[in-house]
């Protein structure tokens, strides 16, 4: 276990063959400690065959959530360059009343939602920060993916509005939604298609600390970013005395100090430096020190962000976190602030109380399968078919001795009585 007191000046840059090296050298020491409990009676010779009563990583759907803990997961944390070892940016926070929300969800990152385990019932809200694809370039996937996945809601969306209405997220929702019509269209009458409907709520870019959300006890309030274009925003989420905060993309600012302020844990962009984006991303100087410190904020800046914005976890993320690059990052950082600090990584697991927070790496089922509605599957309704003209009806060499069998066999083994179509 990490604990947040003992991260001073040290930052997690937590990387698989590290996480497996210490599960390695937990297993042991657990193993160690029972053999040596029962060696009196048994022989030495033999393992434990109980479980561990706690392991070092995070494993979906085997953990309670205490009434009064978040969790927080990072389901993407690297750049809008794809790789397959960090999506773009998408957090999700499970609160202990049971309610789930997702800010940003940024290409790639549907992907590690679904490694969650969660029904998609329940990823129904999402929070966008600003409209770079980066930040919202998987919101079609987890919307017809979770439809497809059995979520049964609404699908309900909350972005900044900007300074003109196509720059804003209800445009672009609608117009996402445009880009989908012949995939909605053909899901018609084969699959229920209540989850295909969107509730968009579009709000002030310049609301300073607004209220956006308030349910079940929880607040969640935007603030003006600057980042880009007019129109990003950050967030604050606050639960039960805990207080998350998420930048999404910013350039440090006046109102992300005042009101992430205290946060307890403080998930800010921490973007790669200049130099990284010339040596590795083979960009020119000048853009590399443009994009790198006008755009976004730079490992030194986001370390004084932190020293100004004080939060129990600062998190940084935005940048490809690699076994090169990290501690490169970190002395930049180190630089500017010398408080609590994580380098985020996809799957790494906050769970934080008012006593304590622990940082985890999760570890996930890569064969995993959806996870039925919460409420009863309703099936298609046939009526709404859009079906084939009679140039692709006439084009189908239909097996129907073969249909017959299907269909015969699929009613035994269900106990149904489906009539095979003509
Ligand atoms: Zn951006
Ligand atoms: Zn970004």
Not at 96 to 109: A, C, L, P, Q, V
Not at 131 to 138: I, K, N, P, S
Not at 375 to 394: C, N, Y
Request: aromatic share 10%; hydrophobic share 40%; charged share 20%.
């Amino acid at each position: 276990m990490l604990k947040c007191r003992e991260l001073n000046r040290k930052a997690i840059a937590i990387s698989a063959l590290a996480l497996g090296v210490a599960m390695g050298l937990y297993l042991a020491t657990a193993n160690l400690q029972l053999v040596s409990t029962t060696q009196a009676q048994e022989s030495p010779q033999l393992s434990p065959v109980t479980a561990l009563a706690e392991r070092d990583a995070y494993f979906p759907g085997t953990e309670d959530l205490a009434p009064d803990e978040m969790r927080v997961i990072a389901c993407g944390t690297g750049m809008p360059n794809a790789r397959p070892k960090q999506a773009a940016a998408c957090f999700l926070v499970e609160l202990g009343n049971g309610d789930k929300f997702i800010f940003d969800i940024g290409t790639g990152s549907m992907e590690r939602l679904t490694g969650l385990a969660i029904p998609f019932d329940y990823l129904d809200k999402v929070f966008i920060g600003h409209l770079h694809a980066d930040h919202f370039g998987d919101l079609d996937a987890l919307w017809v993916g979770g439809v497809i996945s059995n979520r049964q809601r609404p699908l309900r969306v909350w972005g900044p509005n900007s300074t003109k209405p196509e720059y804003g997220t209800a445009y672009a929702v609608d117009h996402m939604q445009k880009m989908l019509t012949w995939d909605a269209a053909s899901r018609l009458g084969n699959v229920n298609t209540q989850g295909l409907q969107i509730e968009v709520t579009e709000f002030d870019y310049k609301g300073v600390n607004q209220v956006i959300y308030e349910e079940n006890g929880v607040s969640i309030r935007s603030f003006p970013a600057i980042h880009a274009l007019d129109g990003p925003v950050s967030f604050t989420l606050e639960w039960n005395g805990l207080k998350f905060a998420f930048s999404s993309d910013t350039y440090p600012n006046k109102w992300w100090m005042e009101y992430a302020k205290g946060a307890d844990i403080a998930i800010h962009e921490c973007f790669l430096p200049p130099s990284l984006l010339v040596k590795k991303q083979k960009w020119p100087v000048p853009d590399a020190l443009n994009v790198g410190t006008q755009v976004h904020t730079s490992p030194s800046m986001f370390g004084k962000v932190m020293s100004l914005t004080e939060p129990r976890l600062a998190v940084g993320y935005h940048f490809f976190n690699d076994f090169d690059t990290a501690p490169f990052v970190e002395r930049q950082i180190r630089t500017t602030y010398d408080g609590p600090l994580a380098l985020a990584i996809d799957y790494m697991v906050f769970n934080i109380t008012k006593e304590d927070i622990r940082v985890r790496m999760a570890s996930i089922n890569e064969d995993v399968w959806p996870l039925p509605s919460v409420t009863e599957k309703l099936p298609a309704d046939p009526s709404q078919r859009v079906g084939f003209t009679d140039f692709l009806i006439e084009g189908r060499e239909v097996f129907q001795d073969i249909i017959n069998k299907i269909y015969d066999d699929t009613n035994e083994e269900f106990g149904t009585d489906v009539e095979p179509p003509n």
